[in-house]
Nanobody, 120 residues
Framework: QVRLVESGGGLVQAGGSLRLSCKVSGRTFYAMGWFRQAPGKEREFVAG????????YYKDSVRGRFTISRDNAKNTVALQMNNLTPEDTAVYYC???????????????WGQGTQVTVSS
């Protein structure tokens, strides 16, 4: 059984930083990704990384501010978020799937989500 547990969300002022982490149990050799969902909006892709880390994708609006990384020895994925803006406010979810894709509907295993709130 696959289990994903996120941590690291919170409240931060605009321009600040947060680091999200996700611990995965029960599956390896999978792509890992971060998604977010703001109130009244659909869940959207934020960043994804292939199993070996050779492919990394970012949503255009976070490229240069967010960095995704993974530690296969610990089965964890992290999202370092810098220069946060109020538009980054959302519930952030990590996910794993055999295939690295930007389409949320195609990812098979999800965490419970962690709230990120950026105040202006």
């Amino acid at each position: 059984q696959v289990r994903l547990v996120e941590s690291g969300g919170g409240l931060v002022q605009a321009g600040g930083s947060l680091r999200l982490s996700c611990k995965v149990s029960g599956r390896t050799f999978y792509a890992m990704g971060w998604f977010r969902q703001a109130p009244g909006k659909e869940r959207e892709f934020v960043a994804g990384i292939s199993w070996r880390g050779g492919r990394i994708y970012y949503k255009d609006s976070v490229r240069g501010r967010f960095t995704i990384s993974r530690d296969n020895a610990k089965n964890t994925v992290a999202l370092q978020m810098n220069n946060l803006t109020p538009e980054d406010t959302a519930v952030y979810y990590c996910a794993v799937d055999p295939t690295l894709t930007v389409q949320p509907a195609l990812w098979t295993h999800w965490g419970q989500g962690t709230q990120v709130t950026v105040s202006s």
